[in-house]
Nanobody
Framework: VQLVESGGGLVQAGGSLRLSCAGS????????MGWYRQAPGKQRELVAA????????KYADSVKGRFTISRDNAKKMMYLQMNSLKPEDTAVYYC???????????WGQGTQVTVSS
């Protein structure tokens, strides 16, 4: 599976961004997927994850109520809608895919999100 993120950028606190992940490979529609992020000097964090059919999702406590993960298997796309962004959301965001939420072992190259105060 190949994963390519887009949609990152610079936004003011309180603003919104929508990240997209384009996937390829025959296993896209049967894989769980997720968004990780990593800020400088911090541990990598699973921000949100979604099951293969999209019926179940989970979120880090830090983003609940602000971020929404979704996917369109027909288009082989996954999305992360990020609202009410905070400076602490600043990080490189990675699209990931795998057989389960615990095994998200395919990674994209990452996209930078910077939230200014």
């Amino acid at each position: 599976v190949q994963l390519v993120e887009s949609g990152g950028g610079l936004v003011q606190a309180g603003g919104s961004l929508r990240l997209s992940c384009a996937g390829s490979g025959i296993t896209f529609k049967i894989n769980s997927m997720g968004w990780y992020r990593q800020a400088p000097g911090k541990q990598r964090e699973l921000v949100a994850a979604i099951t293969s059919g999209g019926s179940s999702t989970k979120y880090a406590d830090s983003v609940k109520g602000r971020f929404t993960i979704s996917r369109d298997n027909a288009k082989k796309m996954m999305y992360l809608q990020m609202n009410s962004l905070k400076p602490e959301d600043t990080a490189v965001y990675y699209c990931t895919s795998g057989s389960s939420w615990q095994q998200l072992d395919h990674w994209g190259q990452g996209t930078q999100v910077t939230v200014s105060s």
